[in-house]
């Protein structure tokens, strides 16, 4: 079901990354009836040494935590510095006004379910609190066009920005948490996958996420595979 046109992205969501790339090769590339999707090929060897892949991480961030989310983030880092990989500190953009981007979500949202709010179906929804989703998308409709517009202005400068970024990179680590990447990759499109990186004390999985570029899932399914192969979290359940 879409949220937002421009936002939502498409993915699997397996046991493993070697899974994961198994159900990529399936659903890639156009199906003939979203005019918005790019062919873009797919082509992945997970066997490929990921030795020469560039690989950068958030160092201002997992270096930092020190809960056990920042524990297993460290940890995975030597794990992937054993395998061979050279591993540099980056930042990910961090000077815009996030919160600003949230009206591009509301304003395609609420185009998506215009017929539910003026149908007046939306006050059948079972949460109706003043930050429900029921209350988000009739608030949608009072969103001014230069607020939306301004807003894509900014998120063209942040595209510009990682696509920089990823001159210099083929793989970048965050944190499953803690960053702003889920948002950034989302108003960007770049490919991320996450994967576990173990558990905290309450026995709760903790993950670090690989963000790729533009149109290259090959790079981050490769490190994720191989980083799988060293390690067992994938296996293990919460006690």
């Given at each position: 079901?879409t949220?937002?046109?421009?936002m939502d992205?498409?993915g699997?969501?397996?046991?493993?990354?070697?899974?994961?790339?198994?159900?990529?090769?399936?659903?890639?590339?156009?199906d003939g009836?979203?005019q918005?999707?790019?062919?873009?090929?797919?082509?992945?060897?997970?066997?490929?040494?990921?030795k020469s892949?560039?690989v950068?991480?958030?160092?201002?961030?997992?270096?930092?935590?020190?809960?056990?989310?920042?524990?297993?983030?460290?940890?995975?880092?030597?794990v992937?510095?054993?395998?061979?990989?050279?591993?540099?500190?980056?930042?990910l953009p961090?000077?815009?006004?996030?919160r600003?981007?949230?009206?591009?979500l509301?304003?395609?949202?609420?185009?998506?379910f215009d017929?539910l709010?003026?149908?007046?179906?939306v006050?059948?929804m079972?949460q109706?609190?003043?930050?429900?989703r029921?209350?988000?998308?009739?608030?949608s409709?009072?969103i001014?066009?230069v607020?939306?517009l301004q807003?894509?202005?900014?998120r063209?400068?942040?595209?510009?920005?990682m696509f920089?970024?990823?001159?210099?990179?083929?793989?970048?680590?965050?944190?499953g948490?803690?960053?702003?990447?889920?948002l950034?990759?989302?108003?960007?499109?770049?490919?991320?996958?996450?994967?576990?990186?173990?558990?905290?004390?309450?026995?709760?999985?903790t993950?670090?996420?690989?963000i790729?570029?533009?149109?290259?899932?090959?790079?981050?399914?490769?490190l994720?595979h191989?980083?799988?192969q060293?390690?067992?979290?994938e296996?293990?359940?919460?006690?």
């Amino acid at each position: 079901m879409t949220l937002s046109w421009s936002m939502d992205k498409v993915g699997p969501i397996c046991r493993n990354a070697e899974d994961c790339a198994l159900i990529l090769s399936v659903i890639h590339g156009s199906d003939g009836r979203d005019q918005t999707v790019y062919n873009a090929p797919f082509g992945l060897n997970l066997s490929e040494d990921v030795k020469s892949l560039r690989v950068g991480y958030i160092q201002e961030i997992i270096e930092k935590d020190t809960s056990a989310s920042g524990d297993n983030g460290r940890a995975a880092l030597d794990v992937i510095k054993k395998m061979g990989v050279n591993i540099d500190s980056v930042s990910l953009p961090s000077s815009y006004p996030f919160r600003a981007f949230d009206s591009i979500l509301r304003a395609e949202s609420g185009a998506f379910f215009d017929n539910l709010v003026t149908s007046g179906r939306v006050n059948m929804m079972v949460q109706q609190t003043s930050r429900s989703r029921a209350n988000s998308l009739r608030q949608s409709r009072f969103i001014p066009a230069v607020e939306y517009l301004q807003a894509n202005r900014l998120r063209s400068r942040l595209i510009k920005e990682m696509f920089d970024l990823f001159k210099q990179y083929d793989v970048i680590l965050a944190p499953g948490r803690g960053s702003q990447q889920s948002l950034i990759t989302n108003l960007t499109g770049h490919p991320a996958i996450s994967i576990p990186s173990g558990f905290d004390k309450e026995g709760r999985p903790t993950s670090i996420t690989l963000i790729g570029n533009l149109f290259d899932e090959a790079s981050i399914l490769r490190l994720a595979h191989i980083y799988q192969q060293q390690t067992d979290h994938e296996d293990r359940h919460p006690p």
